[in-house]
Nanobody, 115 residues
Framework: QVQLVESGGGLVQAGGSLRLSCATSGSIFSFNAMAWYRQGPRKQREMAAAIVSGGDTSYADSVKGRFIISRDNAKNTVYLQMNSLKPEDTAVYYC?????????WGQGTQVTVSS
């Protein structure tokens, strides 16, 4: 059973930074892609950033230039470095991993950005 455990959320002032971590229970190489999704208050869940097995990354336009997704293969962990945070970044952030046509989800971590 694959488990994804997020950490690093919290309360931060606008302009600040946070780094989210997503630790996987298995080898990170077993996933075709990993991503960070977010769901703000009264909003649909949206993809914020993704990284595929080859290392290519993609970002939502709203976070491009501010967020960086990366991974540490040795630690089986994916990170989301979030800089220049804005109140509109407030959301529950979820880690997702794709393997063999199935998507696994973490439990989510709350990020709140105060103005």
């Amino acid at each position: 059973q694959v488990q994804l455990v997020e950490s690093g959320g919290g309360l931060v002032q606008a302009g600040g930074s946070l780094r989210l971590s997503c630790a996987t229970s298995g080898s990170i190489f077993s996933f075709n892609a990993m991503a960070w999704y977010r769901q703000g208050p009264r909003k649909q869940r949206e993809m914020a950033a993704a990284i595929v097995s080859g290392g290519d990354t993609s970002y939502a336009d709203s976070v491009k230039g501010r967020f960086i997704i990366s991974r540490d293969n040795a630690k089986n962990t994916v990170y989301l470095q979030m800089n220049s945070l804005k109140p509109e970044d407030t959301a529950v952030y979820y880690c997702a991993a794709d393997s063999s046509g199935y998507r696994y989800w973490g439990q989510g971590t709350q990020v709140t950005v105060s103005s």
